[in-house]
């Protein structure tokens, strides 16, 4: 049962509050005053979409919180959701008693909590596709249609993974000569990964070396050349030096100069012949230099890096050995097809069991509610079943509600010959079907649309035996309805400095007499049927 709703900066609403009890709760008000808003604002809390444009402007964001009471007087459950919608990002959060929910919580909570009946269900009435859902509601083993939608999502799967292999087998086999052709010339050359980048380098180093070694000779010659080379030259410079210092003792510092430098010359020539003494790298950079050309060669055969080259092969061995297993993949593949299909075709075999079964249970049931509602005694009803293809080969019963509403007619399709004022009491009958104490929330926007007289009164008579059984929110124009409201709202429009907001207030008493005179353009009398 829903006891509280909250709904705040939404649209003309700025902040309202209504508290719902037991049985059947009425809103009525102008045209245009937000009735089915507030509804709205309802299915927007338990999942639907809706545009930021309805924020009440100014407002950064709108809230919508309910308080649901689950369960009997024994061991009753409070359930608090709370939604809230972003201007800036058109996003919303939910909150489900105090802690963030997924969109797929919330759905799944919605089932327990309402079933919204309204003009928009009146149309799906019109839908073909709406009257197996309808019936399937009724099944004494409901799993069996989820069972099909998994069986089928699991065959298509399949289906679309024997596609892909197909079509990928045959590019395979299209292409195997030049896959061997290019698998043969990568194993010819065996490429490595990263091979190329550590070639560069070694020869990089080995260049490096070649210089350090060509320029040690060099020094060394300028070293150790005999008459022009340093050793030589500083030592006639060193004796010429020393035979000066007995008539010029000032030259002993400089003598002592030429000796140091003497001596630091014959350690850079041990030095230099060190280097020298490494080992010649020219072969290797030969090797380096060949080996190099070949992965160049086979980079331009096949166009691509090395790197590309080196996952080719891996690429090409795995779709050689792709094509070699190819017929054992196929039976296996072909028998999670025959097991998949099977499973499906007895899941259907069973649905439509259960489903005729259940048909012409429904259609007795139906037939007395809407006899009930005013349809004439002669009124008949009955669920034909055609065949819809759902996957090649594979055929679902499908069911199409069919009446006659009035007698000597022939069964024709509810969607095609229904006024929208039956299909509002069929609407209403197959609700009423459903409801018993354990049910969700009723909810009827305005689904009286398009009856009156004494067909209005039967309605009324059904509504008020629904809200006897479960909470029933009631939407209504008609004052002989909104009069058995337990508890009755007004939802009107206000215009406050220039803004314009939705109230709505609970009745009692005179001010729900007078909203009841409004409703007839009248004076309204309390025994008036």
Do not use: Y
């Amino acid at each position: 049962m829903l006891e509280l709703l909250r709904i705040r900066q939404l649209a003309l609403i700025e902040d309202l509050e209504l508290e719902f009890g037991p049985g059947l709760n009425v809103l009525t008000g102008e045209t245009g005053a937000g009735k089915s808003f507030i509804l709205r604002a309802l299915d927007f809390l338990l999942g639907e979409r809706l545009a930021t444009n309805l924020i009440r402007p100014g407002r950064d964001r709108a809230r919508v919180e309910a308080l649901f009471v689950l369960g009997g007087k024994a061991a009753p459950e409070e359930v608090l959701i709370r939604r809230e919608l972003f201007a800036e990002t058109g996003r919303s959060r939910v909150w489900i008693n105090e802690a963030l929910a997924s969109q797929d919580a919330l759905k799944r909570l919605r089932e327990k909590l309402i079933i919204h009946a309204s003009q928009h269900s009146q149309q799906q009435l019109r839908q073909p596709s709406f009257h197996a859902r309808l019936l399937d509601r009724f099944l004494s083993r409901p799993d069996l249609t989820d069972r099909k939608d998994r069986q089928l999502a699991a065959l298509s799967a399949l289906t679309e993974e024997k596609e892909k292999m197909e079509a990928r087998l045959k590019d395979l086999s299209d292409r195997r000569d030049l896959l061997e052709f290019q698998h043969a010339e990568i194993v010819k050359v065996d490429p490595m990964p990263g091979e190329e980048e550590e070639l560069e380098a070694r020869k990089q180093a080995l260049r490096d070396q070649a210089m350090t070694q060509e320029n040690a000779r060099r020094a060394t010659e300028l070293l150790c050349a005999s008459e022009t080379g340093l050793h030589e030259t500083l030592g006639k410079l060193r004796k010429t030096v020393k035979e000066l210092l007995g008539a010029h003792p000032e030259l002993e510092s400089d003598a002592s100069a030429l000796d140091a430098l003497a001596e630091h010359a014959q350690d850079l020539e041990r030095k230099l012949r060190g280097l020298l003494r490494g080992q010649n790298s020219q072969d290797e950079l030969e090797g380096l230099e060949a080996r190099l050309w070949t992965l160049a060669q086979l980079k331009r055969k096949l166009k691509r890096p090395l790197a590309d080259i080196v996952r080719l092969r891996e690429e090409i061995e795995a779709n050689l050995s792709l094509l070699d297993s190819s017929a054992l993949d196929r039976k296996h593949l072909e028998r999670r097809l025959g097991a998949a299909r099977q499973d499906l075709l007895e899941t259907l075999e069973t649905l439509d069991v259960d489903r005729r079964a259940t048909a012409r249970d429904l259609a007795e049931k139906l037939c007395a509610e809407l006899r009930d509602l005013g349809f004439s005694e002669h009124l008949k009803v009955e669920f034909a079943f055609s065949p819809h293809e759902i996957f090649p080969g594979i055929t679902e019963n499908r069911p199409r509600l069919l009446w006659v509403p009035n007698p000597g007619q022939p069964f024709q399709a509810l969607d095609e010959i229904a006024s929208g004022g039956e299909l509002s009491r069929v609407l209403l009958a197959v609700t009423g079907l459903m409801a018993n104490a354990d049910n969700p929330t009723l909810i009827f926007d305005e689904v009286d649309a398009g009856i009156g007289g004494m067909t209005l009164n039967r309605v009324g008579e059904r509504l008020k035996s629904l809200a006897q059984v479960q909470q029933v929110l009631l939407v209504s124009h008609w004052p002989q309805l909104a009069a058995l409201g337990e508890k009755h709202f007004q939802v009107r429009k206000e215009v406050v400095d220039g803004a314009t907001f939705t109230r709505c207030a609970p009745l009692d008493g005179p001010a729900r007499k007078q909203e009841l005179e409004r409703m007839t353009g009248g004076a309204w009398r309390d025994d008036t049927p």
